[in-house]
Structures are given as C-alpha cells and as structure tokens.
C-alpha cells in the first residue's frame, strides 16, 4: 500500500486543506499532527529505536487515549536505560544522593550520545529513504540541547505545504528524549492522524501503534508538576507554556479514567518517590504531594501569569476549551477532594 508521505506537495496540500475544512482547525496543525503520527510510527517500527522507549507526556493524552483536546505538538520519549548500558538499581538505590546525582549526570551525557550516534542517524536515514534530500540543509533531523532540562532533543523539520498560519506551532516537530527508571506501567495503542478520518484505510502510514506510558501514571505525573509549581519561589516566573499542565490535569480529572487514576495512590506513591530521587529542586516540596496536603491550584498571585498563559495557548485547542474560570474550578474541585474535604 502506498504512503501518504511519499505523495507530492500539491496533492498533501489538497488532503491537508480538504480535511481542514472538514474539520474545522487550521491546516497547519492538521498537518503538524500527521508528521507527529509519521515520526511515531517509523519509530515504534524500528526494532532498535522502538523497542527501547516509552512514549510519554502530553501528546501521548491526545493521541492514544484522546483524553485532552488540544494539538499537542512535542513527542517525549523515555529511553529504557538497559539500552544505554546501565542497571535501574544502578540509579534507584545509589548509596547517597551525591552518587545518584553524579550517576544521573552520566546517564544523561549516554542518553545524548545515543540520541546522537543511533536516533538522529537511523531516523535520518528513514526520513530521507521516503523524502528525499530536504529542499534546504542537509539534514531533516537536527540535534540541539535543551539547556533547563539538560535534555537532548530532534528537530524533525518536516516538508511543509501549508500555510504558516499562527505562530504559535513550530514548523518542526519536536522530539525530547530522557533515560530514567520506573517508566511503568506501559501499554501498546494504536493511533491515527486527523487526516485519517477522510479515509481511514487509504494508505499504510495513516495507522500504527506505539507503546506509551498508562494514563494513571501520567494522570501522577500531571499533578505532581501542579504540586510542585505550587511551591515554585514567588521571585521566579512561571515557565512558558506551562498552562497545558494544568489543562491537561484539569481534563483528566474530567474524565472517567482519570477519576479512576486517584484512587491509586500506590502509584503516587512511586511517582512521588521518583521524582524525589530525579526531580527535586530546593523548593519543590514533593514530600507533601499526599493526601491532605496537596496543591494543584497556584497561589493566587499567580492566576495573572497563567490566565495570559493559558489564553495564549487557544489556538492549540481543537475543542471549545474551558473557560479560564471553568479551569479553576475544576482544579479546585480535584484539589479537595484529593485532600478529602
């Protein structure tokens, strides 16, 4: 079956646009998604690549359990670190936390090395086996570090046909990669692009499936960032675009199988503890993300700051949003009764 990937510019611009359309959403995130999908499955089809990482983070809410309604645009993955030589106890049960720092830091300087030498050179080779040469450059994929994370990250600058529209949304897709334990539980899940929807069977790259991280793991994941932020020192300014956390949490806690997710506190348990290892900083406070003590609203001086960030975020939504209001009366709602008021 032919790919709709190896299709020329003018006939992807008329799918693209056709589906737009019928959509109702911009043609350029209807075609950002389809690049997303494209990278995802020669990913998960790659044996060297796929069977070594676990697909995570936003994206992976819109895409595989079509729990958040808003082009998430980023694909995070988290490579096993088996496959990058090391022990999880190696860094799970590290004789202090000077060692584990040190070990952490050597796992991320792995991390990138392979990302360098094995993902950028094997998805380069894919991409340019059904693209071509790109029009400009000589690469399709291109490497940078993410200095605040020290997270190693692809930028897949995909061969777009549509217009530019807001600029909001990247012409790339990005990929960001990281190695640390504890990355269960893991499921297989197909997905689809948007464009899919016109003709679901048309061609082989409009279906794959990935294997992500469960949504009560991730529902943790959310609320522990929202816990954390909580506590973020007032001097220090929000980082940007750190609303679609809480649109995110605020989604899950609206859906059956994110209320179903707060009853496992077995997992917050580990998601606490993980992150107390790996994440903590001097204000992060996750000793109190618990029953009773936890934060998912922000302080009040900081409603400003998220209510710009989060209307900037509007033309991500591929639904009517909550309104701003809407958002944080959930987030109070979630935040009571997981504290048993």
């Known amino acids: 079956m032919k ?20 959509l109702g959403l911009p043609a350029v995130i209807v075609e950002k998604d389809f690049w997303v999908c494209w990278l995802l499955g020669h990913i998960f089809a790659t ?3 796929g069977d070594h ?10 895409k595989v359990f079509e729990v958040i309604f808003r ?18 106890a190696e860094l799970d049960e590290a004789p202090s936390n000077t060692a584990r720092a040190k070990r952490v830091k050597k796992i991320e300087a792995d991390c990138a090395q392979a990302v360098r030498e094995r993902w950028q050179t094997q998805l380069e080779t894919i991409a340019q086996s059904i693209l071509g040469r790109p029009a400009t450059g000589n690469a399709w994929l291109v490497y940078t570090d993410d200095d605040p994370s020290h997270s190693p990250i692809l930028r897949f600058y995909y061969p777009g046909v549509t217009p530019a529209g807001t600029g909001y949304i990247e012409r790339a897709v990005k990929i960001e990669f990281g190695s640390l334990t504890d990355q269960r539980p893991i499921g297989k899940h197909p997905i689809s692009p948007l464009i899919a929807s016109l003709a679901p069977d048309a061609f082989a790259d409009f279906r794959t499936e990935v294997v992500a991280l ?9 609320a522990t960032i929202l816990h954390a932020e909580y506590h973020r020192p007032a001097g220090q300014p929000m980082k940007d675009r750190y609303a679609r956390h809480y649109a995110d949490f605020a989604a899950l806690w609206l859906h059956p199988a ?17 992150k107390s290892r790996f994440f903590a ?40 949003p909550l309104g701003f209001d809407e958002l944080i009366a959930t987030l109070r709602e979630a935040e009571n009764i997981l504290n048993g008021r």
């Open 281 to 320: 900083s001097s204000w992060s406070n996750y000793a109190t993300a618990a029953p009773g003590s936890f934060r998912l609203l922000p302080p009040d001086s900081r409603l400003p700051e998220l209510r710009r960030d989060y209307v900037a975020m509007e033309p991500m939504f591929l639904k009517t």
């Open 53 to 62: 990482c676990v697909f995570k983070g936003g994206t992976s809410l819109s």
């Open 214 to 222: 469960e949504i009560e793991r991730t529902f943790w994941e959310k």
């Open 3 to 22: 790919t709709f990937a190896s299709l020329p510019n003018d006939e992807r611009r008329s799918v693209f646009l056709a589906a737009s359309e019928q």
């Open 47 to 49: 044996p060297e690549l």
């Open 71 to 88: 082009f998430s645009e980023d694909i995070d993955l988290g490579l096993s670190p088996a496959s990058l030589g090391w022990n999880e």
């Open 258 to 274: 994110g209320r179903a997710a707060a009853n496992r506190l077995d997992l917050l348990e580990r998601v606490r503890l993980h």
